[in-house]
């Protein structure tokens, strides 16, 4: 059975730090991402990374502030977020595919987490 298991939300003022962590559990992946999503707003791409190659994408609004890595051998993946600020305010979701191509399309990742509720105030 997969599973995933975000943490590390939580309450941060702006300009500060946090790092998520999701633990995958059941099988291994293609890729793996994070998503978000605002109060009153559709879920949005942040970041997704390859499994066996590293590679990496970023959506424009977190280009340059966050950080996604993973840990092969722990079957876990990271986001790393500085310099946060009150519009990153969201659930994060951790997500997973087994497609054997890069994809930011949330319809594209078949396991999903729980979300971990990140605030950032102002």
């Known amino acids: 059975q997969v599973q995933l298991v975000e943490s590390g939300g939580g309450l941060v003022q702006a300009g500060g730090s946090l790092r998520l962590s999701c633990e995958a559990s059941?099988?291994?992946?293609?890729?793996m991402a994070w998503f978000r999503q605002a109060s009153g707003k559709e879920r949005e791409f942040v970041a997704a990374?390859?499994?066996?190659?590293?590679?990496?994408g970023y959506a424009d609004s977190v280009k340059g502030r966050f950080t996604i890595s993973r840990n092969n051998p722990k079957n876990m993946v990271f986001l790393q977020m500085n310099s946060l600020k009150p519009e990153d305010t969201a659930v994060y979701f951790c997500a997973a595919t087994g497609r054997n191509y890069y994809t930011e399309t949330d319809n594209d990742f078949d396991f999903w987490g729980q979300g971990t509720q990140v605030t950032v105030s102002s």
């Open positions: 059941g099988r291994t992946f293609y890729s």
């Open positions: 990374i390859l499994w066996g190659l590293g590679g990496a």
